[in-house]
């Protein structure tokens, strides 16, 4: 989707360090999530924020941060207390309307060696 | 809280027959149900989506079905091409309004 940006597409780690994966949105919309992908999975809900400065754990919080210091941004810190870090991760943005369709960008494929 | 499973999870389709991906959920709360494409190396697409309110909705050559009372929908997609080729998700959401995902449908279209 053009108006939600990840970066990088491509991310390579060491074991033990954190990493932080951006998301940007130009949609004006309030809320955005993080998911995980891996093979042959389904999609998990990691963290999701509804307004600045307020977000919630999802189902697989565990390891992971997040901040939303401004409506467009909402960044992911997978820490090294993240047992499988290696995953692709997506970013969605949701407007305010109740039962809204999600949007998602292209994603981020970390790698953690 | 809202369970989704997704039907098959692979499925081999000759050019130009019909392919249908279906889904249960367990959450009688449910009232919205998008249906994503996502194509190798992207992030998934919203295709289609339906309310409680409707039981069929269709675009072009692709139709969701909804039946509440048994707690399913279908993804039903005709006159299939090679660009349909792609993994399918099926999505309800639970009672907060957030989306529970279903497993994926790798879709293979061969000529």
């Known amino acids: 989707d053009g108006g939600i940006t990840q970066s990088p597409k491509y991310l390579f780690r060491k074991e033990g360090q954190n990493v932080t994966l951006s998301c940007e949105q130009n949609?004006?919309?309030?809320?955005m999530y993080w998911y995980r992908q891996d093979p042959g999975q389904g999609l998990r809900l990691i963290y999701y924020?509804?307004?600045?400065?307020?977000?919630q754990k999802g189902d697989i919080a565990e390891g992971y941060s997040v901040s939303r210091e401004k409506k467009e941004s909402f960044p992911l810190t997978v820490t090294s207390a993240q047992k499988n870090p290696t995953a692709f991760y997506l970013c969605?943005?949701?407007?305010?309307?109740?039962?809204?369709?999600?949007?998602f960008g292209n994603g981020t494929r970390l790698t953690v060696t | 809280g809202e369970n989704v499973e997704q039907h098959p999870s692979t499925l081999s389709v000759q050019e130009g027959d019909s392919a249908v991906i279906k889904c249960t959920y367990s959450?009688?709360?449910?009232?919205?149900f998008p249906w994503y494409k996502q194509e190798l190396g992207k992030g998934p697409q919203l295709i289609i989506d339906?309310?409680?309110?409707?039981g069929e909705k269709k675009d072009q050559r692709i139709a969701v079905t909804l039946n509440k009372t048994a707690k399913h929908f279908s993804l039903h997609i005709t006159e299939t091409q090679p660009e349909d080729s792609a993994v399918y998700f099926c999505?309800?959401?639970?009672?907060?309004?957030?989306?529970?995902f279903g497993a994926g449908t790798q879709v293979v279209v061969t000529p």
């Open positions: 969605a943005v949701q407007d305010s309307s109740y039962n809204s369709p999600l949007h």
């Open positions: 949609l004006n919309h309030d809320a």
């Open positions: 924020s509804q307004i600045v400065n307020d977000f």
């Open positions: 959450d009688s709360a449910s009232n919205y």
């Open positions: 339906i309310r409680s309110n409707v």
């Open positions: 999505a309800a959401s639970d009672s907060w309004g957030k989306l529970q």
